[in-house]
């Protein structure tokens, strides 16, 4: 069993840069992939990023290059590192949690957290 909470969403202007958090319980957390996850309003939720227990990453092609996701499996925590934010991140954002592995698609995670708001102003 896997308990994921995001926090560090907020409101920002175009170009700024946030930082979310996901803090994870469980003993094998460190074998789990973990991917981020977002929903606009009236949208389906859609790939972020992943990381795999080995470091591994993935990233959507929308925000290649702008998103850095990384984990840190002593403290059970897994970051999304946002930069040059853009309105159209604007999104709920999601945590969740793989025990077969890192995946692009929502049916391949196990566990998710509860969902942190990421408001982007132009």
């Known amino acids: 069993q896997v308990q994921l909470v995001e926090s560090g969403g907020g409101l920002a202007q175009t170009g700024d840069s946030l930082r979310l958090s996901c803090a994870a319980s469980?003993?094998?957390?460190?074998?789990?992939?973990m991917g981020w996850f977002r929903q606009a309003p009236g949208k389906v939720r859609e790939f972020v990023s992943a990381?795999?227990?080995?470091?591994?990453?993935l990233y959507s092609d929308s925000v290649k290059g702008r998103f850095t996701i990384s984990r840190d499996s002593v403290k059970r925590m897994v970051y999304l590192q946002m930069n040059s934010l853009k309105p159209e991140d604007t999104a709920v954002y999601y945590c969740?949690?793989?025990?077969?592995?890192?995946?692009?698609?929502?049916?391949?995670?196990?566990?998710w957290g509860q969902g942190t708001q990421v408001t982007v102003s132009s």
């Open positions: 990381i795999g227990w080995s470091g591994g990453r």
């Open positions: 469980g003993r094998t957390f460190s074998a789990y992939g």
């Open positions: 969740a949690a793989a025990s077969g592995g890192i995946s692009t698609d929502t049916s391949s995670y196990n566990y």
